[in-house]
């Protein structure tokens, strides 16, 4: 959210790692969630403040996400089946409509704070806002909206300092979207690094290895019918709007209250033009309902 200065700031933001073994580490050249678990174990007194004295700027090309250096540094070899995960709830939702897609951590029982970036479509969703989820009420959100319009978004949460989630699966963030109306049947949301690195860190600010893994939102589409112009030449020209694939059927009334049959139809598309022989029904009232 802040850009670092030249006097000396990155070093002293970057203060985890802070012990290699039993020799001060003095930062890794990166700026992640971990950096921000330490300085709290500082401010608590949990841990004794040592001096900065690590890299002076970010270090080109290093690893981030599950897989990073500090990670595979610090860490034993972990099974896959075995490891923490954070993922996206799948959903479905309205065109056109609000949702709320859930984020689920699949803890270990050690893990403090957590960082991450979600990567969306902004041309098929806008985001409305981010909020704690039932099982971290008490965590202290950090959100990155610089670059939401390219459908970059940035969250950090923590825990007080040595506290921790507990074991097994916790909704810990639910995101609020409004789906625009769009052609697409579903769109993915996944987890990055910009502008947010991925991250999992413990209690005493040691990352762990996670897993992530993307969200898929499916999208309902709305049945619509719009009549296209005047009727003329004994024919009426609707746009019929709905999913490519299903069956449906357009029926007619002159009073509202007993419908009939004028055809049935599949769209091939999901908007399409029909055209309708109704010569003196024209003045009567259109409406399409799904077959299946």
Known sequence: LDSVDGSGEFRRADCAPRLVGDQPALG???LTVADWVQAGLYVASVDPVVRAGGPSASLPNVLSGSFNSRSLATKAVVPRNEMSQVRIGGISADSGAPFSVPII???????????FSITFDPRVLGLQGVRLGPSAVNGSLLVNENLVQQGLLGIALALAPN???ARGEAEILELDFLAKEADSAETM???GDTPVIRELVSKDATPSKCLYFYGRVSFAK???????????EGQVRFEVRGEVGKRYR??????????????NLRLEH??????VKAENAACGFYRIKPLE
Request: glycine share 8%.
């Open 105 to 115: 951590l699949r803890a270990s029982g050690d893990e403090n704070a957590l960082g």
């Open 222 to 232: 709305k049945m619509h019918l719009k009549p296209l112009g005047p009727f003329s």
């Open 189 to 191: 949301l996944s987890l």
């Open 28 to 30: 890794d050249g990166r």
């Open 250 to 263: 357009l029926e007619m009334s002159a009073d509202l209250e007993n419908w009939e049959l004028v055809r």
């Open 163 to 165: 506290q921790s989630f």
């Open 270 to 275: 999901p908007t399409s033009v029909l055209h």
